[in-house]
């Protein structure tokens, strides 16, 4: 499954193909540095390791250090007055069974994916802070009359009387609001922008300007995408292969 690591810019609004206007948010996703490639014989499972993002030296920390030296990331000594910034090593992130061939120290982006292509964009919301249950849950609050006196916002009762005479696990209550993390499915493609590093997605995706995000192949794909056709055609291909090689033998 392939993905990248990028950077959510903000919204704006574009015409597809067919000339309607779309709703679209633009992400940074490149450029992402390769730093390693884990295999089933020697870590026990498939994956690749991306780093995305500019960094001063003097911010990572040893263990970091000296685990971009090992894959071929050249880190110079720098000066307090003269911080050096090490490129797409700020964020850094798995993807399990990447599908693309890659090795370390390969530098990939957006040109990965392609217009029609479906993704999953997984992102930390905005923090809201402290909110009421109305805010938070949708309650729909007390009556404004008939001797409500102060319960117009409120939750009402939470107890279970006397049994169990405690208060259930996962009752909806005040408390914290946002700042979670959240996938959004099966977000479709419009514009790959290759010089620029940009993807421009259709909808809106989690987080604030300027937050990170991390761009998947859509789990749940749908049937028309184009990389979906693509993988159709090709299985079909190599399907269609030994089918004709039997044919000559038999015509033989």
């Given at each position: 499954?392939?993905?990248l690591i990028g950077r959510k810019l903000g919204q704006t609004r574009i015409y597809d193909a067919n000339g309607v206007l779309q709703q679209v948010t633009i992400v940074q996703a490149g450029p992402n540095r390769v730093l390693q490639c884990k295999t089933k014989e020697t870590d026990g499972y498939s994956a690749v390791q991306l780093a995305f993002g500019?960094?001063?030296?003097?911010r990572l920390n040893k263990p970091i250090l000296g685990h971009l030296k090992k894959y071929g990331v050249q880190v110079?000594?720098?000066?307090e007055k003269?911080?050096?910034?090490?490129?797409a090593v700020r964020r850094i992130r798995e993807f399990r069974d990447f599908s693309l061939p890659v090795k370390p120290g390969d530098v990939i982006g957006p040109g990965i994916f392609a217009a029609g292509d479906f993704v999953d964009a997984i992102g930390i919301t905005k923090g809201r802070g402290f909110e009421g249950v109305v805010k938070r849950h949708g309650f729909r609050g007390g009556d404004a009359s008939h001797g409500s006196k102060g319960w117009h916002r409120r939750p009402g009762a939470i107890g279970q009387r006397s049994f169990p005479g405690t208060v259930r696990r996962g009752m909806r209550m005040p408390g914290h609001m946002g700042q979670v993390r959240r996938t959004v499915q099966n977000l479709e493609i419009l514009q790959v922008r290759e010089q620029e590093q940009l993807l421009l997605i259709?909808?809106?995706?989690?987080?604030?300007?300027?937050?990170?995000?991390?761009?998947?192949?859509?789990?749940?794909?749908p049937k028309g995408s184009v990389r979906s056709k693509k993988?159709?055609?090709?299985?079909?291909?190599?399907?269609?292969?030994?089918?004709?090689?039997?044919k000559k033998t038999?015509?033989?």
């Open positions: 499954m392939i993905g500019d960094q001063k030296i003097q110079p000594e720098g000066s003269n911080p050096v910034q090490l490129v259709k909808g809106s995706i989690p987080g604030a300007n300027g937050d990170y995000v991390i761009i998947r192949e859509a789990k749940k794909r993988t159709q055609a090709s299985v079909a291909a190599a399907e269609a292969k030994p089918k004709a090689a039997a038999v015509k033989k």
